[in-house]
């Protein structure tokens, strides 16, 4: 089981989590306290009439005179308008305190989330994040909001209930309350037990949501490895756990209601019994009777409001803690406190203070891991000289990915230091580092919207000519002119509107936009049709130009227009040079260029014959 599963949430009620909620229910503490206020309102008036039957019934039926009736209907008539105001006020504020929740743990969420390092992404499924964000949000606002209007009012509402017996008939009143201790015996049993299905419920749930984002995911994979029998089984034995939990959380609500009713019946018959010998005797009124009843009826109804309520702020608490738990997560990579004073942090950068580098790039004895005990570098040193361009060949596996990853910040070095024109990154800020830098990645990432919008991510005050011309120096001009709707094109989600080859062009406008001093280029090893590789190929020959950069290159044309190779194995430089001497070792680079580039080669000349 990993962290990712539901954990056993089967701690009791956490005050400590629930006042660090009480940060997103403040900006409503006036809106809440009004509902709470509103709340009570609704139940006395609730209470209020078996109470207006009684008068009704000893002071018009049972009499039998209309004398002062008018003024009986007109309090009837103030309490339904009363409560109707209510009851309005009531929906509408806790309406907009929840919306009004959700949308601020969204909000509070996004941010983090925009701040959290690769790393964080590396470990936490986007499931996971999707339902934080989504169902954990949702349940949490709802809640807030709603579960405290029924615990205000179920609350206020048997305080009323017991006040008024009581002050009726004190002997009646506790001969009826008598059914209360029994009641919070049971409920207290059932509700525990109730509360460990729905844990359970929700544990499997949770597996069957991950077991579906596998196997949508990994659709593709599993058709062409067969493994569709294996994921099904596995699937079916989550299904089946579902249902059985889910049956078990059903008996144990079916045996509670009953015994709740029964108690209410009992109850009843209590004041039935007792109230009825009363009215016999002439000590008690046909109306207190009627009251009476009325009373242990009206006095259930909250009994298993509360009971839902209660099993409701246990899933919430579950979703509270994960949401604070994505909330809480501190990126790892972050600017120390003399930096942001020197270089502003994301909000406010202190550009005035930035200063542009020239392009040289050291790693000084760097190393790394992902893992604890898996070191994927270590020692690595490289000087890499402005405007220098650098092609990483190798084996899959081999680190350059990784390279590439430190360079650009996306991860730091676990030990060892890399500096830009002498100094250590970490002394400016991630922003003017990124702001520094350029890059098209293996798989292309745009965002939905226009072509335009993509371009203008790079840099985003460029005006409509910087456009225009960025997407002609690297090519894309040409399809993007052709596109239906030119630069409004869209690109739909994850920029799937567009090829693969598109896709990258766009990449290269906006990295080249914001005329970065790096640029790294992770090459798709994934064939393009041959005018777009070529478009592909100019471009990356034109951001090269004057910049610092790192090419992860797979196409011999790439390969040999950099200033410099670097054949890495192990996150080790076993071999570096240009192409014609790397040949002549006849070694690392001999046998890759062997077995993968010549082939192309030849195919290149064949072309051209
Ligand atoms: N995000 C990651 N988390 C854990 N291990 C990783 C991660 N990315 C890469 N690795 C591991 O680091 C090593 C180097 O990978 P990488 O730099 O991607 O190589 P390349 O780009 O040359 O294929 C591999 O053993 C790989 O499994
Ligand atoms: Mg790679």
Excluded at 3 to 29: C, G, M, N, T, V
Aim: net charge negative.
């Amino acid at each position: 089981m990993n962290q990712f599963e539901e954990h056993d949430y089967s701690k009791e009620f956490d005050p400590h989590l629930w006042r660090k909620l009480l940060r997103f229910a403040k900006p409503y503490r006036w809106q809440l306290t009004g509902l709470g206020f509103v709340m009570i309102m609704v139940a006395v008036v609730d209470a209020l009439f078996p109470m207006m039957n009684r008068i009704a019934i000893d002071r018009f039926i049972v009499p039998a005179t209309t004398e002062g009736l008018a003024g009986f209907l007109a309090l009837y008539g103030v309490l339904v308008v009363v409560q109707a105001a209510n009851v309005f006020t009531l929906i509408t504020l806790a309406g907009r305190v929840e919306v009004g929740i959700v949308h601020d743990l969204r909000e509070v969420g996004f941010r983090r989330l925009q701040e959290l390092s690769f790393s964080y992404y590396d470990r936490t499924p986007v499931g996971w994040i999707m339902a934080r964000m989504t169902s954990d949000a949702q349940r949490l606002g709802d809640t807030i909001s709603w579960g405290l209007v029924d615990i205000a009012w179920g609350g206020a509402m048997m305080v009323a209930i017991g006040a008024f017996m009581i002050s009726m008939n004190a002997r009646l009143g506790l001969i009826v309350l008598a059914v209360i201790p029994p009641l919070a015996v049971a409920s207290m049993y059932f509700q525990k037990r109730i509360l460990e299905a729905n844990r359970e419920v929700r544990k499997t749930n949770s597996r069957i949501s991950g077991a579906y984002n596998e196997g949508i995911m990994g659709a593709k994979t599993t058709k062409t490895l067969v493994q569709e029998q294996a994921n099904l089984a596995e699937f079916t034995t989550h299904t089946n756990r579902m249902r059985e939990t889910s049956v078990r959380t059903a008996i144990f609500s079916g045996l509670y209601m009953p015994i709740v009713l029964t108690l209410g019946s009992i109850g009843t018959g209590l004041a039935l019994w007792a109230g009825g010998t009363g009215v016999m005797a002439g000590v008690i009124t046909y109306g207190t009777l009627v009251a009476f009843i009325g009373y242990t009826v009206q006095f259930f109804e909250p009994v298993r409001e509360l009971a839902r309520v209660i099993t409701e702020l246990q899933a919430a608490q579950a979703s509270a803690e994960r949401i604070m738990s994505l909330v809480e997560t501190e990126p790892d990579i972050v600017d120390s406190l003399e930096v942001v004073a020197r270089y502003g942090d994301s909000f406010h950068p202190r550009r005035e203070n930035w200063e542009r580098p020239s392009g040289r790039i050291e790693f000084r004895n760097v190393s790394f891991t992902y893992k604890e005990g898996e070191q994927v570098l270590s020692n690595f040193n490289l000087v890499v000289e402005p405007g220098e361009s650098i092609a990483l060949v190798g084996e899959t596996g081999s680190g350059k990915s990784t390279i590439v990853n430190l360079a650009c910040r996306f991860y730091e070095p676990t030990s060892g230091e890399i500096l830009i024109d002498g100094r250590d990154y970490r002394e400016r800020s991630i922003l003017w580092h990124e702001s520094h830098l350029g890059y098209v990645l293996q798989q292309p990432h745009l965002f939905s919207g226009t072509i335009r919008d993509n371009i203008r991510y790079g840099r985003l005050d460029a005006s409509e000519q910087e456009i225009r011309r960025a997407a002609e120096l690297v090519n894309a001009h040409q399809f993007i002119a052709r596109h239906e709707n030119g630069y409004d094109g869209e690109v739909g989600e994850g920029g799937n509107l567009l090829s693969t080859g598109e896709k990258q062009l766009v990449s290269f406008a906006r990295a080249i936009i914001a005329d970065p001093v790096f640029f790294v280029f992770d090459e798709a090893t994934s064939s393009v049709d041959t005018e777009t590789e070529r478009l592909i190929q100019d471009a990356v020959q034109t951001v090269l130009e004057g910049r610092t950069s790192f090419i992860i290159a797979h196409r011999l044309s790439t390969i040999r227009r950099s200033d410099r190779i670097l054949v890495i194995d192990s996150g080790r430089v076993v071999e570096e040079g240009a192409h014609r001497d790397l040949l002549a070792l006849r070694g690392k680079y001999y046998q890759l260029y062997t077995s993968q580039f010549l082939e192309e080669e030849e195919e290149e000349v064949l072309a051209h014959h």
